[in-house]
């Protein structure tokens, strides 16, 4: 399973523009909670608390905000640990 990680303004213009679906990208997690409980705009995919990342058990985190990947990775050791992968859609889809 993919989750997305950071709700991002990123995150809806290229979720969006994908025509990506809620089957495809069940979850998103942020860690601002004024997002927790909403949905990326358009494509409807609900937004969880960053904390609840681990329990999901995803094969891999897509990183939304991806001028914040060195701190998103560097907080989810454990996810990495247990087999998960971190990926950054652009400028082109890779592994980080």
Not at 14 to 27: E, F, S
Not at 37 to 60: C, M, N, Q, T
Request: charged share 15%; proline share 9%.
């Amino acid at each position: 399973m993919v989750v997305g990680y950071g709700a991002s303004a990123k995150a809806t213009v290229l979720l969006n523009y994908c025509t990506v679906t809620k089957p495809q990208l069940p979850i998103v997690v942020d860690s601002v909670p004024l997002k927790w409980g909403k949905w990326i705009p358009g494509v409807r995919i609900p937004i969880y608390p960053e904390s609840d990342f681990l329990g999901l058990h995803a094969d891999i985190g897509l990183i939304f905000p991806w001028n914040f990947v060195p701190e998103i990775t560097a907080k989810n050791g454990d996810f990495v640990g247990l087999g998960g992968k971190f990926a950054v859609a652009l400028p082109e889809l890779h592994y980080v």
